[in-house]
């Protein structure tokens, strides 16, 4: 099904309800345009998170988040490499990867030849999602969603480069605070209109930290292992703690009848390697004593250690996607 211009129009402005009420009216989430570009496509990367949900879950024929083109493009490489109005593209890529999208699609490889008549492959550059939010380097979070959907920190492009390869190669662009002040540097009319325009320059802004943060990320990941590694680091730290703690080898409290192990994390330790913040009781009276982190972690740590890893399989730290 072809979309009407209108409601091509309505996707890339961000208009839910014109586009919800075409699809009530026997619209097709997975009609294309006139060019070919699915509507989930060029929804990922204009319209947000709003607009990718309504798509994917229709009733009516819904759009299917693994759709590829002709060269293997798919939604999640325009949404991994996006620029959203409205700051919704980590969600956007969530929903598509929870929706069955390939969080390692390839673009495909073309036989070609050179000037002496040798065949050659030829991959699109950057073939993944990962590697495309890395090249665009604008959305630490972003790569974070993709790497929490199991996208592979090790996978690199035809001619070998990797993730942190794209990421660093973007570190010579201009830098911005925020899109805001991209607006005003740049003489843009409006935030749209700097969105619009960015792929467009000779020389696109960054903006300031995200790359950074996008280095720093992938770099730990590949040093851990994996996601999973990664992200369950402190947990690790927090087993071992309880298993010393049980067999009377550490404690977390300085009461008598155990033994002190100076080496054992504490909270804040646990925070300042992972990330996660803690929430203190407040005392209720004036006779409670107040929960230090060490009352705390002694609480904790004295639960039996099937309660221990439960706790801790909950336990959200900064490590964690927000998606």
Same mark, same amino acid.
């Given at each position: 099904?072809?979309?009407?211009?209108?409601?091509?129009? &309505?996707?890339?402005?961000?208009?839910? +309800?014109? %586009? *919800?009420?075409? @699809?009530?009216? !026997?619209?097709?989430?997975? $009609?294309? #345009?006139?060019?070919?570009?699915?509507?989930?496509?060029?929804?990922?990367?204009?319209?947000?998170?709003?607009?990718?949900?309504?798509?994917?879950?229709?009733?009516?024929?819904?759009?299917?988040?693994?759709?590829?083109?002709?060269?293997?493009?798919?939604?999640?490489?325009?949404?991994?490499?996006?620029?959203?109005?409205?700051?919704?593209?980590?969600?956007?890529?969530?929903?598509?990867?929870?929706?069955?999208?390939?969080?390692?699609?390839?673009?495909?490889?073309?036989?070609?030849?050179?000037?002496?008549?040798?065949?050659?492959?030829?991959?699109?550059?950057?073939?993944?999602?990962?590697?495309?939010? &890395?090249?665009?380097?604008?959305?630490? +979070?972003? %790569? *974070?969603?993709? @790497?929490?959907? !199991?996208?592979?920190?090790? $996978?690199? #492009?035809?001619?070998?480069?990797?993730?942190?390869?794209?990421?660093?190669?973007?570190?010579?662009?201009?830098?911005?605070?925020?899109?805001?002040?991209?607006?005003?540097?740049?003489?843009?009319?409006?935030?749209?209109?700097?969105?619009?325009?960015?792929?467009?320059?000779?020389?696109?802004?960054?903006?300031?930290?995200?790359?950074?943060?996008?280095?720093?990320?992938?770099?730990?990941?590949?040093?851990?292992?994996?996601?999973?590694?990664?992200?369950?680091?402190?947990?690790?730290?927090?087993?071992?703690?309880?298993?010393?703690?049980?067999?009377?080898?550490?404690?977390?409290?300085?009461?008598?009848?155990?033994?002190?192990?100076?080496?054992?994390?504490?909270?804040?330790?646990?925070?300042?390697?992972?990330?996660?913040?803690?929430?203190?009781?407040?005392?209720?009276?004036?006779?409670?004593?107040?929960?230090?982190?060490?009352?705390?972690?002694?609480?904790?740590?004295?639960?039996?250690?099937?309660?221990?890893?439960?706790?801790?399989?909950?336990?959200?730290?900064?490590?964690?996607?927000?998606?």
């Amino acid at each position: 099904m072809i979309a009407p211009q209108a409601i091509i129009q &309505a996707v890339g402005r961000g208009n839910v +309800e014109a %586009v *919800r009420m075409w @699809l009530d009216a !026997g619209g097709e989430g997975s $009609a294309l #345009s006139e060019r070919g570009t699915a509507l989930i496509c060029f929804a990922a990367c204009t319209s947000g998170a709003a607009m990718v949900e309504l798509l994917l879950t229709h009733r009516w024929r819904p759009a299917k988040a693994g759709y590829a083109d002709d060269e293997g493009w798919t939604a999640l490489h325009a949404a991994a490499g996006s620029l959203i109005k409205d700051r919704s593209g980590p969600a956007a890529v969530a929903q598509l990867c929870d929706h069955g999208a390939d969080v390692n699609a390839r673009m495909f490889t073309s036989l070609e030849y050179d000037e002496h008549g040798e065949p050659y492959y030829d991959e699109p550059n950057p073939p993944t999602p990962l590697l495309c939010a &890395a090249d665009y380097g604008l959305s630490c +979070e972003i %790569v *974070r969603v993709l @790497l929490s959907r !199991g996208a592979d920190v090790t $996978a690199t #492009s035809a001619s070998g480069d990797s993730a942190e390869d794209y990421a660093r190669a973007t570190l010579d662009r201009p830098v911005v605070e925020s899109i805001e002040a991209a607006v005003a540097e740049y003489d843009y009319d409006s935030v749209a209109q700097a969105i619009q325009y960015w792929d467009d320059l000779d020389e696109p802004w960054r903006l300031e930290g995200e790359v950074e943060r996008i280095i720093e990320l992938l770099a730990d990941v590949r040093s851990a292992g994996s996601w999973k590694h990664y992200t369950g680091a402190w947990r690790v730290e927090l087993l071992l703690l309880q298993r010393l703690c049980s067999a009377g080898r550490a404690s977390p409290l300085t009461t008598p009848g155990r033994q002190i192990c100076v080496c054992v994390p504490s909270i804040e330790d646990l925070e300042a390697t992972s990330g996660c913040k803690v929430t203190r009781p407040r005392k209720k009276d004036s006779v409670t004593e107040v929960w230090t982190t060490k009352a705390l972690m002694a609480q904790l740590v004295d639960l039996p250690p099937p309660l221990v890893g439960k706790v801790a399989s909950y336990w959200r730290t900064a490590r964690d996607p927000l998606y």
